[in-house]
C-alpha cells in the first residue's frame, strides 16, 4: 500500500467557491503529479513537479495552480471551481530509491462535483 | 503531440484463459511505455514497463511486447484469474517529462 494521501475524498462546492485539494507522501519521491479523470477514461496530467520549488503545467493546467514548498506536499487550488471541473482527481509520486521514475504511486483520488 | 490509446475499450475472458490488451501509439519518440491497472475506485497501480529499444519483457505472470514497426504494445496476461478485472492503460515517457496515458480497456473475468 502506497504511503500517499489525499483530502478531502469528496466535496460538493458550488460555482465560484476557490478549493484546494490536498496531497501528501511519506515516501521522499521528489516528483509529483496531479490528474483528472473522468469515470472510465483515460487520466489527463494537470500539473506535475520534479522536486521543491519546481512545477511544471501539463495539458489541463490553464484553470488552476500548484506549489511545492516542501517534497511531501503537492496541493491543487481552483480559484474559482465550475461545474466543468466535476471530476476525479488524482495525485501520484515518483522517485521511489531503485526503482523506475515510470512507476507512480497513485492516492485514492478526491472526488469533485461542482454545482 | 503524444498519443496513446487502446484498440478495444472491453476484454472478457474467462479465469484461467490469457489475456491480451493492446496498444497503438502515435509518437515514436517516447522511451518507455508502460503498462498500469486501475481497480474500481482506486488509484492506478504500475504492472510493468518496457524501454522502448527493447521488444519483449516479462514480469510475474505478465509479458509486454513492443512492436516499433507498427507502433504497437500489448500486455499479456497469464492463467487470468478474477482479481485482474480491471481497467488496463497504456502510457508513454519521455525521459524527464510526465507520462501521457491512453484509454483504458476493461478487462472482465468470468469464473
Known amino acids: 500500500e502506497a504511503d500517499i494521501y489525499q483530502t478531502p475524498r469528496y466535496l460538493v462546492i458550488g460555482t465560484g467557491k476557490k478549493i484546494t485539494l490536498e496531497c501528501s507522501q511519506t515516501?521522499?519521491?521528489?516528483?509529483m503529479y496531479w490528474y483528472q479523470q473522468d469515470p472510465g477514461m483515460e487520466l489527463h496530467l494537470i500539473h506535475y513537479s520534479y522536486g521543491v520549488n519546481s512545477t511544471e503545467k501539463g495539458d489541463l493546467s490553464s484553470e488552476s495552480t500548484v506549489s511545492r514548498i516542501r517534497t511531501e506536499h503537492f496541493p491543487l487550488t481552483l480559484e474559482s471551481a465550475r461545474p466543468s471541473h466535476t471530476s476525479q482527481y488524482l495525485c501520484?509520486?515518483?522517485?521511489?530509491?531503485?526503482?523506475?521514475?515510470?512507476?507512480?504511486?497513485f492516492g485514492p483520488g478526491t472526488r469533485l462535483t461542482v454545482l | 503531440g503524444e498519443s496513446v490509446g487502446l484498440h478495444l475499450p472491453t476484454l472478457s475472458v474467462q479465469e484461467g484463459d490469457n489475456s491480451i490488451i493492446n496498444c497503438a501509439y502515435s509518437n515514436s519518440a517516447s522511451d518507455y511505455f508502460i503498462w498500469y491497472k486501475q481497480e474500481s475506485g482506486k488509484g492506478p497501480q504500475f504492472i510493468i514497463d518496457?524501454?522502448?529499444?527493447?521488444d519483449k519483457r516479462q514480469g510475474q505472470r505478465v509479458t509486454v511486447l513492443l512492436n516499433k514497426t507498427v507502433k504497437h504494445l500489448s500486455l499479456q496476461i497469464a492463467a487470468t484469474q478474477p482479481g485482474d478485472s480491471a481497467v488496463y492503460f497504456c502510457a508513454g515517457n519521455q525521459a524527464g517529462t510526465a507520462l501521457i496515458f491512453g484509454k483504458g480497456t476493461t478487462l472482465s473475468v468470468s469464473s
Open positions: 518496457i524501454r522502448s529499444n527493447m
Open positions: 515516501m521522499g519521491h521528489d516528483k
Open positions: 501520484a509520486s515518483s522517485g521511489e530509491e531503485g526503482r523506475s521514475y515510470n512507476e507512480q504511486f
